[in-house]
């Protein structure tokens, strides 16, 4: 083996892969983001969490879901009994995409030729780890998982088979809660982004 191969070996198909996508320029948006925030979690996950894209906080980070999206899943989490570091946690982009305005880097949703660009690498990460269950949270995951940018108000609190290996429970992105002004209707999408969450981590 050639050291590279070896090294490959040593660190998994994770190290090698995200070394690889560290480097990405497949599409634009490696430009003016900091870093590629690649997915984290052990390789053997039965469940695979898909959110959208970094944020400010994780593109400075270098990692997933650490910012106030990420509060919001880690709290679900805990509420349903589950520990994060059980799960693959990883986004359907991998670099921010956002417009700068004054000192302040606002987030910009990934069109679809981002997500089709970027699926390359969740198509690796999918196939390495083969979940039992993916928690696609909001319609850039599902998107990104279905290849389609109009089912996500359809399959929103369902699960469906993907495949013939995986289940899909999709729910909404715990950042379109921390947005929502109305506390009603903000409690009524908690409670049902937790009930999702809850039963991703039964079936997996
Ligand atoms: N929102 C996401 O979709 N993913 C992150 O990692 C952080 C915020």
Redesign the pocket.
């Known amino acids: 083996l050639s050291p590279a191969e070896e090294r490959a070996m040593a660190e998994g198909v994770f190290g090698a892969l995200s070394r690889e996508a560290s480097g990405c320029t497949r599409c634009p948006l490696h430009a003016h983001a900091t870093q590629t925030?690649f997915g984290e979690g052990p390789a053997d996950a039965r469940l695979l969490i898909l959110?959208?894209?970094?944020?400010d906080?994780?593109d400075l980070a270098g990692?997933?879901?650490?910012?106030?999206?990420?509060k919001v899943l880690d709290a679900a989490l805990e509420k349903a009994g589950l520990d994060r570091r059980q799960a693959y946690?990883?986004?359907?982009v991998k670099h921010f995409k956002y417009e700068p305005r004054g000192k302040r880097r606002i987030h910009q949703r990934p069109n679809s030729g981002e997500i089709a660009h970027c699926r390359w690498w969740l198509e690796r990460e999918v196939e390495a780890i083969r979940p039992k269950v993916i928690l696609a949270?909001?319609a850039?995951?599902v998107e990104a998982l279905t290849g389609r940018a109009d089912v996500f108000s359809a399959l929103k609190g369902r699960q469906v088979p993907l495949g013939d290996e995986a289940v899909l429970v999709v729910t909404v992105?715990?950042?379109y809660l921390l947005r929502l002004p109305d506390p009603e209707a903000r409690a009524r999408e908690q409670a049902g982004f937790e009930a999702m969450v809850a039963l991703a981590g039964r079936l997996s």
């Not at 946690?89 to 359907?92: I, K």
């Open positions: 925030v959110g959208e894209q970094p944020g906080t994780e990692r997933p879901f650490v910012g106030p999206a990420g946690l990883t986004n359907a949270m909001g850039t995951a992105h715990p950042s």
